[in-house]
Antibody, heavy 122, light 111 residues
Framework: QVQLQQWGATVLKPSETLSLTCAVY????????WSWIRQAPGKGLEWIGE???????KYIPSLKSRISISVDTSKNQVSLKLSPATAADTAVYYC????????????????WGQGTLVTVSS | QSMLTQPPSVSGAPGQRVTISCSGS?????????VHWYQHLPGTAPKLLIY???NRPSGVPERFSGSKSGTSASLAITGLQAEDEADYYC???????????FGTGTRVTVL
């Protein structure tokens, strides 16, 4: 049973760096894309980026100048950094496993971390 | 800036059938990319409900079903139950974004 466990600083001041890590336990790390998805208070889900085992990344255009996702294959971990953080980055952040289940194209997210509420406030 | 539009809310009495629409465009659903659906209860992680337009993962009740046509998709819940009260999101791939995109979300209320 694959499990994702995430952690990181939960309270930040504007201009600091938002940093979260997601560890993958109990399953293959190599064969999937690993995404970060967030939900701001009162808003919907927003995919913000992904990475694969080889370190190939994709980011949502609106965050491209501030976001970095990296992978540590020795620890089966994926990390998210967002800098500088602003109040608009206040959200619950989830890591999730992307899996291609049908030939139609486009991954589904079948395993999720527990979510981390990050608050950016002065 | 979501590219997939859903109604903010739908409601129904227990036992009734409700549907949730997901309207996209030629750069996502209209290209033929899969549509997936998630159930999101407050304080928990979203749960994959439907994948590849109309497939249920193991453990998801048969009363949840999905469909797709053109640039839109739909989720249907038949025999609505109190435990179905949650937020539901569609999701697909968008080739102008070169990444995944979620719908705006729909709150289902059981009357």
């Amino acid at each position: 049973q694959v499990q994702l466990q995430q952690w990181g600083a939960t309270v930040l001041k504007p201009s600091e760096t938002l940093s979260l890590t997601c560890a993958v336990y109990g399953g293959s790390f190599r064969n999937y894309y690993w995404s970060w998805i967030r939900q701001a208070p009162g808003k919907g889900l927003e995919w913000i980026g992904e990475i694969n085992y080889s370190g190939s990344t994709k980011y949502i255009p609106s965050l491209k100048s501030r976001i970095s996702i990296s992978v540590d294959t020795s620890k089966n971990q994926v990390s998210l950094k967002l800098s500088p953080a602003t109040a608009a980055d206040t959200a619950v952040y989830y890591c999730a496993r992307g899996i291609t289940l049908t030939p139609g194209g486009g991954d589904a997210f079948d395993v999720w971390g527990q979510g981390t509420l990050v608050t950016v406030s002065s | 800036q979501s590219m997939l539009t859903q109604p903010p809310s739908v409601s129904g009495a227990p036992g009734q059938r409700v549907t949730i629409s997901c309207s996209g465009s030629i750069s996502n659903i209209g290209t033929g990319y899969d549509v997936h659906w998630y159930q999101h209860l407050p304080g928990t992680a979203p749960k994959l409900l439907i994948y590849g337009d109309n497939n249920r993962p193991s453990g998801v009740p048969e009363r949840f079903s999905g469909s797709k046509s053109g640039t839109s998709a739909s989720l249907a819940i038949t025999g609505l139950q109190a435990e179905d009260e949650a937020d539901y999101y569609c999701q697909s791939y968008d080739n102008s974004l070169s990444g995944s995109v979620f719908g705006t979300g729909t709150r289902v209320t059981v009357l």
